[in-house]
């Protein structure tokens, strides 16, 4: 079965700090890993993904994502926090020759000036 | 761009009414997948559909039916609605099985059982 952890519900980080919103997965085989980000009273939108290839993916908005297969640990960071990056962040896993994903929690980023 | 459409954002209903909550894509993707989201429980996977006419149970599928009779439109069922089920609902849809493919969301609908 698929599952994904986010440890923390809540992350606080100044602007301009760098951050990091964690996860960890559990699946059969090699995952297909993605990161979403909502906005309130909005959907989800697609931030980035790791398919195969070089563990470090760069995504939308100067987000990028780690992934480590030995920790299966995908975490999410960026370099510089902006306070318009204030959201709630949700990891999700797919099984290869799946087309159903699993979610995490959510994990809301709070950056502050 | 793709777009992903729901029915309604807000939604009120009685207990015991038959609720229909609508989702039509644009982009004739293959999958479409119905959520309910609650704070603190993240994405649950009610229902998905591969295909016209074809739908697989998710983790949360009691008390819920879907209908998909065209490839654009995603329909999700309240049989007879209760407090409960108040949640906001997200549709998604996406390509096909065979690759990374990410799913593209609508916005919700917000529905409230009384």
């Known amino acids: 079965a698929q599952s994904v952890a986010q440890p923390e519900d809540q992350v606080n980080v100044a602007e301009g700090n760098p951050l990091t919103v964690k996860c960890t997965y559990s699946?059969?085989?090699?995952?297909?890993l993605f990161w979403y980000v909502q906005y309130p009273n909005r959907g989800l939108q697609f931030l980035l993904k790791?398919?195969?290839?070089?563990?470090l993916v760069k995504g939308s908005y100067g987000f990028e994502a780690e992934f480590n297969k030995s920790q299966t640990s995908f975490h999410l960071k960026k370099p510089s926090a902006l306070v318009s990056d204030s959201a709630l962040y949700f990891c999700a896993v797919r099984e290869r020759r799946k087309g159903d994903m699993r979610f995490g929690a959510g994990t809301r980023l709070t950056v502050k000036p | 761009d793709v777009k992903v459409t729901q029915s309604s954002r807000y939604l009120v209903k009685r207990t015991g009414e038959k609720v229909f909550l609508e989702c039509v894509q644009d982009?004739?993707?293959?999958?479409m997948f119905w959520y309910r989201q609650d704070p603190g429980l993240g994405l649950r996977l009610i229902y998905f559909s591969y295909d016209v006419k074809m739908k697989e149970k998710g983790d949360i599928p009691e008390g819920y039916s879907v209908s998909r009779e065209k490839k654009e439109r995603f329909s999700l069922i309240l049989e007879s609605a209760s407090t409960n089920q108040t949640s906001m609902y997200l549709c998604a849809s996406s390509l096909g099985n065979r690759g990374g493919y990410e799913q593209y969301f609508g916005p919700g609908t917000r529905l409230t059982v009384t």
């Open positions: 982009m004739d993707h293959e999958n």
């Open positions: 699946v059969s085989g090699n995952p297909y």
């Open positions: 790791y398919i195969t290839g070089d563990n």
